[in-house]
């Protein structure tokens, strides 16, 4: 039963155009909800998160939307750049606080 | 100041052989969780510390992995007799939590286990 999925396992874009990045997820009791990025042999990195009483966070060039009502959120990148090629993914936060995560999509930034 | 970190970073044990994987989470972090992550998957959830106690270890796959935090600070998650299907890279993060709230997990670099 995967409770948070990301259904695209890769994602190609050209350096300056807009990345976006999918997430649904089943539960709706999850309310906080967060985006990293992880590079080969390291650890996930934190980028954005997003409570459920907002439907809008902006961070630089990262921005998340939350639409509630479809289970749904998105990470927009923009401009891409070489440096954001990287595994991303989604995560919810449940009641007891441990992160329940998508399977990543694997986005790539061409020059 | 320093990020979690963790240790080794890679081990490679037999099958059969105890391992023990070592977290040193960021400085006054309370809440300490401990992730797995299978190859080409998210990390998933094994259990959580808030201080020393344990409080959730629901998702420790069997009953030969057992984590301890004994003074709140430097949690060692172990694994007894290891299996192949243990392999995996082992991920542990921290947070400021105490209860309540949401609030961001900070992860280590992970420590990848192979069992031959």
């Known amino acids: 039963d995967q409770q948070v999925k990301q259904n695209s396992p890769s994602l190609s874009v050209q350096e300056g155009r807009i990345s976006i990045l999918n997430c649904d997820y089943t539960?709706?009791?999850?309310?906080?909800f967060l985006w990293y990025k992880k590079y080969p042999a390291e650890g996930p990195t934190f980028l954005i998160s997003i409570s459920s009483i907002k439907d809008k966070n902006e961070d630089g060039r990262f921005t998340v939307f939350l639409n509630k009502s479809a289970k749904h959120l998105s990470l927009h990148i923009v401009p891409s750049q070489p440096g954001d090629s990287a595994v991303y993914f989604c995560?919810?936060?449940?009641?007891?606080?441990?992160?329940?995560f998508g399977q990543g999509t694997e986005l790539s930034v061409k020059p | 100041g320093a990020g979690v970190s963790q240790s080794p970073r890679y081990k490679v044990a037999k099958r059969g052989q105890d391992v023990a994987l070592r977290c040193d989470p960021i400085s006054g972090h309370v809440s300490l969780f401990w992730y797995q992550q299978a190859l080409g998957q998210g990390p998933e959830f094994l259990t959580y510390?808030?201080?020393?106690?344990?409080?959730?270890k629901s998702g420790l796959p069997s009953d030969r992995f057992f984590a301890e935090r004994p003074e709140g600070s430097v949690s060692t998650l172990k694994i007894q007799r290891t299996q192949q299907e243990d392999s995996a890279v082992y991920l542990c993060a921290s947070s400021l939590r105490d209860w309540g709230g949401a609030d961001t997990q900070y992860f280590g670099p992970g420590t990848r286990l192979t069992v031959l």
């Open positions: 510390f808030q201080n020393e106690a344990q409080l959730d």
């Open positions: 995560a919810a936060e449940n009641q007891g606080g441990k992160l329940i």
């Open positions: 539960n709706s009791m999850f309310d906080y």
